[in-house]
């Protein structure tokens, strides 16, 4: 029996509500705060209706420290999950040493002022967080997150050393708008944008944005669909926890009319990230952007189709060299039927909600700073076949 405080009422915010109103034997209480408190209420409005579950909303500033520790001591959650922005992790993180709480996210910190993620600024936290007995559990979402886990699992049981990882996320969901994004157009746009990276021998290679690509046939009917070479941050924690690993690489399809788009955006400078100008006010360019495209959680009712996310593993047991592919499928249809958000949504919330009970339930358990593959993937895996997001493993000849 716990009570957990869910920050950021976006469409992954949605979607945890849901999902940890489904479980109240771990969740007996839920309270949710973003900086809007109407976007809180709309959401709690809904699991009332679909879940029968009374969910308490507040407004709250996340990157303002002071406002997020008095809202900790009047309400003592056993867990603050993050789902608001890159942004305001570390202000949150700062705010649960201070109050003395575990603490969950989805994504790293990313300074608003560079394109730029890494874990560097969060693994700093590590030994603060030891010495105050509190646990972070960084990127349970699905990529960071299940990624990590399904990894971890094929580590655990399929493999005695992974060498090459290649983790392969497909949308092949179609939402008829000519261009919009499944998840906060900022911080999407910010990530596809940046030069591409991968490990090989030790070392990390750059590559200019979206230039490697190759074609992978998807499983279950989805069928060949392109793919972009880019950098994505559950490599930076794998090439570190996974042992024998000698090349990581991620890979993300766009349809030719995304990447056109985002190209003419590029080119007329309407993804910059610095301030410019405009009628004697300070605009960025990309926020303008985000405010005039089409709110990721509006995608709901009209996107269909599937997400296909998984990893391809090669590697050696006992001596023989396998290949091994784990994926999960999940339909935005479904998704939307389920909790009223598209897949995108839902595939990062039901694992926030799954690193959540792994905590709550002390499976996963330890003071410091986390990232997923660091704990005994079993009963994460076990979740994911129960809470929604089944996987399958094959392997490849
Ligand atoms: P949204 O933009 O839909 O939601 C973000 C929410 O956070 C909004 O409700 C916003 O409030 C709120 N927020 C922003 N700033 C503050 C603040 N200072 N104080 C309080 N609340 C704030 O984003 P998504 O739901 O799509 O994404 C949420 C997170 O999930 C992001 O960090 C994203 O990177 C991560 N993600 C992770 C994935 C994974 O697989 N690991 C995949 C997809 C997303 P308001 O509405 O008022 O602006």
Redesign the pocket.
Known sequence: MSHVLI???????SVVAHKCAQVPEVFSRISL????LA?CEAIAASVKERAGVEIATMA????NVAETVALLSRIKPDLLLN??????DLPLMDACLQHGVDYLD??NYEPPDVAKFEYKWQWAYRERFQQKGIMALL?S?????VTNVFTAWAAKHHFDEIHQLDIIDCNAGDHGQAFATN??PE?NIREITQRGRYFEHGEWVETDPLSWSMTFDFPEGIGPKKCYLMFHEELESLVQNIKGLKRARFWMTFSEQYLTHLRVLENVGMTRIDPVNYQGKEIVPIQFLKSVLPE??SLGPLTKGRTCIGCLMRGVKDGREKQLYIYNICSHEEAYREVGSQA??Y??GVPAMIGAKMMLEGKWKQPGVWNMEEFDPDPFMEDLNRHGLPWTVVELP
Do not use: C, M, W
């Not at 705060?33 to 809007?36: G, H, L, Q, W, Y």
């Not at 709250?60 to 990157?63: E, G, P, T, V």
């Not at 789902?83 to 305001?88: E, G």
């Not at 979402?141 to 997150?145: A, Y």
């Open positions: 920050i950021g009422a976006g469409g992954v915010g705060a973003s900086r809007t976007k709250l500033d996340a990157d789902v608001a922005l890159p942004y305001q989805t994504a990127g979402g699905f990529d960071p997150g998840f906060n911080i990721p959680s995108i949504s595939t990062t």
